[in-house]
């Protein structure tokens, strides 16, 4: 009897060291199969990542500044001075857009002034290439004599070049392209470039 009960503990610390081998095995292979490739993702992982509506913020990387012109009277006449403004916006066309509103709106403080009547408003700007399309509403035809209407046009074409200055630039009203602007009969030879309008339009 005491040989068999010998014998049974034996087979039973035998018994016990196999199932712990087996179980470490077993173990170590789930390790190895959850750090390969192959292996699935943990069941939340793939929601936290992708959560839908997630807002992402914009980075600071996509502010752009853009300069609006005032006018300025001096001695001699009236200068072009420029105010620069940041605009976030991921598109030049974005950008130029903001900066328009913005001048349209007209100043708000310090000496310079503008002559864009102030019920002007943005019907739609497009940036083609080396082109830049300004559509404006038919108030910006109204009020003033020919230096009043000089400066609108100085201060349509300096801002829509604020991000390229040699872009040739079209002024358009509801649509149509400004030929004649105002009682006075200011013919605008468009496009216009900055050099074009110092040549042609002094203040």
């Known amino acids: 009897m005491k040989g068999q009960q010998g014998s049974n503990r034996i087979s039973s610390g035998v018994i016990a060291a196999v199932s712990a081998a087996v ?12 750090q390969s490739g192959n292996a699935p993702a943990p069941p939340n992982t793939t929601q936290i990542i992708k959560q839908p509506g997630q807002v992402v913020a914009t980075p600071p990387s ?3 500044t853009a300069n609006i012109y005032w006018l ?11 105010q620069p403004v940041k605009i976030a916006a991921t598109q030049p066309n974005q950008a130029l857009e903001a900066a328009f509103q913005t001048l349209l709106a007209g100043p708000t403080e310090g000496t310079e002034s503008t002559t864009i009547p102030k019920d002007t408003k943005l019907l739609g700007l497009k940036m083609d290439n080396n082109e830049v399309h300004v559509n404006l509403s038919e108030d910006f035809t109204t009020g003033g004599g020919s230096t009043s ?3 609108r046009v100085g201060q349509v074409v300096y801002t829509a070049t604020t991000l390229n ?18 009682g006075e009969g200011v013919e605008l030879d468009q496009p216009l ?9 002094p203040l």
Do not use: C, H
């Not at 179980?23 to 959850?34: C, D, K, L, P, T």
């Open 23 to 34: 179980v470490a095995v077993g173990g170590g292979a789930a390790w190895v199969a959850s």
């Open 165 to 182: 200055p040699n872009a040739k630039v079209y002024i358009e009203v509801n649509g149509k392209q400004l030929d004649v602007l105002g």
């Open 72 to 82: 300025k009277p001096t001695e001699k006449g009236v200068d072009l001075v420029p």
């Open 149 to 151: 209407m000089m400066g």
């Open 62 to 64: 996509n502010e752009q």
């Open 193 to 201: 470039t900055r050099e074009s309008f110092k040549q042609n339009y």
